[in-house]
Antibody, heavy 120, light 106 residues
Framework: QVQLVQSGAEVKRPGASVKVSCKAS????????IGWVRQAPGQGLEWMGW????????DYAQNFQGRVTMTIDTSTDTAYMELRSLRSDDTAVYYC?????????????WGQGTLVTVSS | IQLTQSPSSLSASVGDRVTITCRASQGISSYLAWYQQKPGKAPKLLIYAASTLQSGVPSRFSGSGSGTDFTLTISSLQPEDFATYYC?????????FGQGTKLEIK
């Protein structure tokens, strides 16, 4: 079955970087992509961007341009999201999710989420 | 593209029929998805292409609309349906979400 398993919670200082991983299994990873969505405490969902696995093309939300890098390692079926220059308002749960062609590129499977806390 | 959901919160009883609306700031054809999220859990895809039920989702959920106005309807609320619901446009980048509608027990 399709599974996306994310790395564990992180605590970071303002100005630092964080790199969250998302390991996929149960499907042909290199024919799909991975999207990233975050959710601040008590807030709604925010689309951050996505990366296609077969060619590494990315689309980032303007809010994150210049601070985020999404990468893919097809040898390990793992996607990564790195966010730099962290601020307190980057404290959130970060989710990876699979955009699927049959569902019109909506996110049909999600990781369990990774809590990133930014605090001095 | 901005998505505006209404209401932001809703109280209802088991067995009620409820409707949540999502309005897009510009036309998005049928490129809309609906998700359900329970506290502490990842969102779950309910509907895509505005009205197509995702596999395994109960038939009491339905979606309709095209262009700028969309609705999610739950025909007879069950206890497990109390959650927050989000719409997402799939038309262009960024793939924005609505602000969410919290469905609570009356």
């Amino acid at each position: 079955q399709v599974q996306l398993v994310q790395s564990g919670a992180e605590v970071k200082r303002p100005g630092a970087s964080v790199k969250v991983s998302c390991k996929a299994s149960g499907y042909s990873f290199n024919t799909q992509g991975i999207g990233w969505v975050r959710q601040a405490p008590g807030q709604g969902l925010e689309w951050m961007g996505w990366i296609t696995a077969y060619n590494g093309n990315t689309d980032y939300a303007q809010n994150f341009q210049g601070r985020v890098t999404m990468t893919i390692d097809t040898s390990t079926d793992t996607a990564y999201m790195e966010l730099r220059s962290l601020r307190s308002d980057d404290t959130a749960v970060y989710y990876c999710a699979r955009p699927f062609a049959i569902t019109w590129w909506s996110f049909d499977y999600w990781g369990q989420g990774t809590l990133v806390t930014v605090s001095s | 593209i901005q998505l505006t959901q209404s209401p932001s919160s809703l109280s209802a009883s088991v067995g009620d029929r409820v409707t949540i609306t999502c309005r897009a700031s510009q036309g998005i054809s049928s490129y809309l998805a609906w998700y359900q999220q329970k506290p502490g859990k990842a969102p779950k895809l309910l509907i895509y292409a505005a009205s197509t039920l995702q596999s395994g989702v109960p038939s009491r959920f339905s979606g309709s609309g095209s262009g700028t106005d969309f609705t999610l309807t739950i025909s007879s609320l069950q206890p497990e349906d109390f959650a927050t619901y989000y719409c997402q446009q799939l038309y262009n980048y960024p793939r924005t979400f609505g602000q969410g509608t919290k469905l609570e027990i009356k």
